[in-house]
């Protein structure tokens, strides 16, 4: 196997120092909910007034961003808006304290305008430091439309032929899941830096994939981030500061839980038969641990560490389109919960469902040997003038931002190729345990 365990939980390191705007998540909705969320906000060192504040300022991106919200919000096939894009307010202080790193401009290349229309909802249009120079989507509706929302001046009819662009120095890959390592690889090679949409690496072909993907990376020496958007929840970013500060010590337990009810309808994902998003895409009957990131990241974008054997269990989905695992993925199940031994000897607990209800959102806990210390700043890193935190929580715009520090300040990603492939095949090897009837099994190991 490529790589080894990198076991040392302090490999992460470069923002501790940075501070910035306070904001925190904006699924927030009843009023009990909120008071205990606010208390894990004061636990994490972040005051009541900064809670409040990040209420309203995990904003959403507008206008020329290209993040709808509200009506226009992507939603699943019941109506229900998809998690992450919730409708939220700008926060008028994100960008208090930025300093420019650079005065270069990275030339970006754009993949993919789906449901979620990712493509313009990072903000890489608005970036002082970005040039959007290309746009491309199967889809010519599509692709017009995602060039007018970033500003791009040249489209393409696909990303394998955007990627041939000399031109472009990095390419943001927000196309369908089971096409982003395929697409990740080929730029790399093309020796372009790329940034992904979740996951890493995708279904039967996962851990051929993951090899694949590594390699690339390290033969081309380009940096590639996986845009998980946990890692920039507020109190998940507040956790790992802790960490970092060595004031959690050693992580004993954590836990993620990422639950979005498809409804009997389902929801619409990419369809390859016919190149339309519709209800016969990849999300039909998907097993819940092959897209596991927003709640791995609650253990691996925390400390830096790894999750080394899974044993998981899952439950008979409770739509048709399950059909006993008699679908497109084999998959019989809606809900499927996952029990992983970390790298520093402690345990997480992570769990993805389809069909649990009143089950909604993104979220994670940490439990570490030592208590909270509530004098350490667990505040986000402030952006750049023009570039809001977006959806999922506030986190769109730290993402872009980091990525593109990375390049300008060749550092690593905050969400590097290491951490990826660690937090989705976390999830794939948990899918195959859960088959296996919660068979105990080694996750592969991947660090540059």
Not at 313 to 330: A, F, I, M, R, S
Request: charged share 20%; proline share 5%.
């Amino acid at each position: 196997m490529s790589g080894s365990l990198r076991i040392s939980p302090q490999k992460i390191g470069e923002e501790l120092a940075e501070t910035g705007s306070i904001k925190a998540n904006n699924r927030i909705k009843r009023a009990g909910i909120m008071n205990n969320e606010e208390q894990n906000y004061e636990q994490s060192g972040l005051s009541r007034r900064g809670f409040l504040h990040g209420m309203g300022g995990a904003g959403a991106l507008l206008g020329m961003t290209g993040m709808a919200t509200g009506d226009d919000a992507p939603k699943d096939a019941d109506g229900k808006i998809i998690p992450g894009f919730e409708k939220t307010k700008n926060d008028p202080n994100a960008a208090k304290g930025w300093q420019p790193v650079s005065d270069r401009k990275v030339r970006v290349g754009i993949a993919g305008y789906g449901l979620c229309k990712f493509g313009a909802a990072f903000s890489y249009q608005n970036h002082p430091n970005v040039e959007v120079v290309a746009a491309t989507d199967l889809d010519p509706g599509r692709c017009a439309a995602l060039a007018k929302a970033v500003g791009a001046k040249k489209t393409y009819p696909s990303c394998e032929e955007m990627i041939k662009d000399k031109s472009i120095e990095a390419v943001y890959i927000a196309t369908d899941a089971p096409s982003h390592a395929r697409l990740a690889i080929m730029a790399l090679n093309h020796g372009k830096h790329v940034v992904s949409a979740v996951p890493a690496v995708f279904g039967f072909e996962a851990e051929g994939e993951a090899e694949e993907l590594f390699n690339a990376v390290k033969k081309s020496g380009m940096k590639y981030m996986m845009n998980e958007t946990s890692t920039f929840h507020a109190y998940l970013y507040a956790k790992r500061m802790q960490y970092q500060a060595g004031a959690l010590g050693k992580v004993i337990y954590s836990e993620g839980e990422y639950w979005h009810d498809f409804g009997a309808k389902g929801i619409r994902g990419f369809n390859p038969k016919n190149g339309k998003v519709d209800l016969n895409g990849w999300r039909k009957a998907l097993p819940p641990m092959w897209y596991p990131t927003h709640a791995t990241a609650y253990y691996v974008s925390i400390t830096g560490g790894r999750f080394t054997e899974v044993s998981a269990v899952g439950t008979p989905g409770l739509y048709p389109e399950y059909n006993g695992g008699d679908n497109q993925h084999k998959n019989p199940f809606g809900t499927e919960i996952a029990m992983l031994k970390t790298s520093e000897g402690g345990i997480s607990r992570m769990g993805g469902s389809w069909d649990m209800k009143d089950a909604h959102g993104e979220k994670g806990r940490v439990y570490g040997e030592k208590p909270h210390n509530n004098k350490i700043n667990g505040s986000r890193p402030p952006l750049p003038p023009g570039v809001s935190g977006g959806g999922h929580g506030g986190s769109h715009g730290h993402l872009t931002n980091n990525f593109i520090e990375s390049i300008l300040l060749d550092k690593k990603p905050i969400v590097d190729v290491g951490d990826a492939l660690n937090m989705t095949l976390a999830g794939v090897i948990a899918h195959q345990s859960a088959l296996k009837g919660g068979e105990w099994m080694t996750i592969p190991q991947y660090d540059l």
